[in-house]
């Protein structure tokens, strides 16, 4: 079940054992020995369901704001699958939130802790488990055009101010969702961005944001894919500018826990294509800009240089 409708009829699963362990009902046709299972209507209609969500706007109960941009999600989604998104709403609700959607919730993120198009991703991840690393996501969270010009009473979100006037002890943080916050769909991948490091095509550096950021939201799952996928793009690049901006960008955060695994394989494959990346415009720039990167070329190839 994957982010288009062109799904693989089966699926290998690996947290089987784990799920029956921990007392959780295992799908049906399942059991702890099953090594894959065919995706059927009963999948299938649970996926789209989930996917309805988002495109018809019902039932948000959780509005994350990041500079410009809103998204309205679901609780129940989100939080179960991520520790920060689950600590702050219970900042409002306490450890037991049974907050219904009549008591929706607001949450902020700094671009500078994670930029929009990249929050944007990790929320198609949540919902499709995958997210595309350049032009639109497949899911666009905000109100759609056609019921933006209808009155608060029908408006296709479910979400609203509660009547009650009474402020939230968080309330500069977390409150009630305004109607206005949610009329605006989030960007693309491909828009022109915001700050040093603009929304780019540049795919590794991509999943390299992905993958700081789910370290940060504590997205454990999409650690894993994250990773995957920019293990995967690395093979395909070879040597290619699109790894000296990589590096640029792996260098240039310093060394950052979340990155030293990608930032090691980086420069594997940089001494690996040493030959051909020394000959692109960029690759002393590189090296003269981030003396550690230069250090680490110096120390794989001494004989070389």
């Not at 295992?26 to 989930?50: C, E, K, Q, V």
């Not at 504590?218 to 040597?239: M, S, W, Y």
Request: hydrophobic share 35%.
């Amino acid at each position: 079940m994957g982010a288009t409708n062109s799904a693989c009829s089966s699926f290998k699963n690996s947290s089987i054992q784990s799920s029956e362990s921990n007392g959780y009902p295992l799908p049906y046709g399942m059991s702890a020995t099953t090594a894959s299972f065919h995706i059927n209507s009963s999948y299938r209609t649970l996926y789209d369901g989930l996917l309805l969500l988002v495109k018809e706007n019902k039932y948000a109960d959780l509005l994350v704001i990041c500079g410009d941009d809103r998204y309205p999600v679901h609780r129940a989604i989100v939080c179960p699958r991520s520790t920060f998104f689950k600590e702050e709403c219970a900042l409002q609700y306490g450890e037991r939130d049974y907050a219904s959607p009549s008591k929706p919730t607001k949450i902020w993120i700094d671009p500078s802790e994670c930029e929009s198009h990249v929050l944007a991703a990790i929320f198609a991840f949540l919902y499709t488990l995958d997210y595309k690393a350049v032009g639109k996501q497949c899911l666009t969270f905000g109100v759609p055009e056609e019921v933006e010009e209808e009155s608060d009473d029908h408006i296709a979100s479910g979400v609203h101010t509660p009547e009650t006037s009474t402020p939230s002890p968080n309330e500069s943080e977390i409150g009630s969702i305004d109607l206005d916050d949610i009329k605006r769909e989030t960007p693309t991948s491909t828009s022109e961005g915001r700050g040093e490091l603009p929304q780019t095509n540049n795919q590794l550096i991509f999943h390299v944001l992905v993958l700081d950021a789910a370290h940060k939201l504590a997205i454990e799952a999409l650690v894993d894919v994250a990773k995957q996928k920019f293990v995967t793009r690395l093979r395909a690049v070879q040597a290619t500018p699109e790894l000296i901006d990589c590096l640029r960008h792996l260098y240039g955060v310093s060394n950052r826990e979340s990155l030293l695994e990608v930032k090691e394989l980086a420069t594997q494959r940089a001494k690996a294509n040493f030959r051909t990346l020394r000959t692109f415009q960029g690759w002393n720039d590189l090296v003269m800009d981030f003396p550690e990167f230069g250090a680490e070329m110096l120390k794989r190839f001494k004989i070389m240089w």
